[in-house]
Nanobody, 122 residues
Framework: QVQLVESGGGSMQTGGSLRLSCAAS????????MGWYRQAPGKQRELVAV???????IYSDSVKGRFTISKDNAKNTLYLQMDNLYREDTAVYYC????????????????WGQGTQVTVSS
């Protein structure tokens, strides 16, 4: 059974930085893509960034150039370095392993965890 535990969220002012972590079990990073997703109040969950099993990163246009996704295969941990935060980045952030099309899939390997809240204020 896949278990995903997100951490590292918090409150930050615009322009600040945060680093999120996702500890995963029951899934092999070298065989699966992993991604970060977020859901803002009143909005649907959306893709933030995905990293393939080979380490290729894909970003949404809204975070490209500001966020960096990475992973440690040995630790089965996924990271999201978030720099130059905007108020619009305020959301609950989740990790999961996408199936199928990395940008558009609604099919994921694991169940959604509790996520980690990121709040950005000016």
């Amino acid at each position: 059974q896949v278990q995903l535990v997100e951490s590292g969220g918090g409150s930050m002012q615009t322009g600040g930085s945060l680093r999120l972590s996702c500890a995963a079990s029951g899934i092999t990073f070298t065989m699966n893509a992993m991604g970060w997703y977020r859901q803002a109040p009143g909005k649907q969950r959306e893709l933030v960034a995905v990293i393939t099993s080979e380490g290729r990163a894909i970003y949404s246009d809204s975070v490209k150039g500001r966020f960096t996704i990475s992973k440690d295969n040995a630790k089965n941990t996924l990271y999201l370095q978030m720099d130059n935060l905007y108020r619009e980045d305020t959301a609950v952030y989740y990790c999961n392993a996408p199936r199928g099309s990395l940008r558009t899939t609604t099919n994921f390997v694991g169940s959604w965890g509790q996520g980690t809240q990121v709040t950005v204020s000016s």
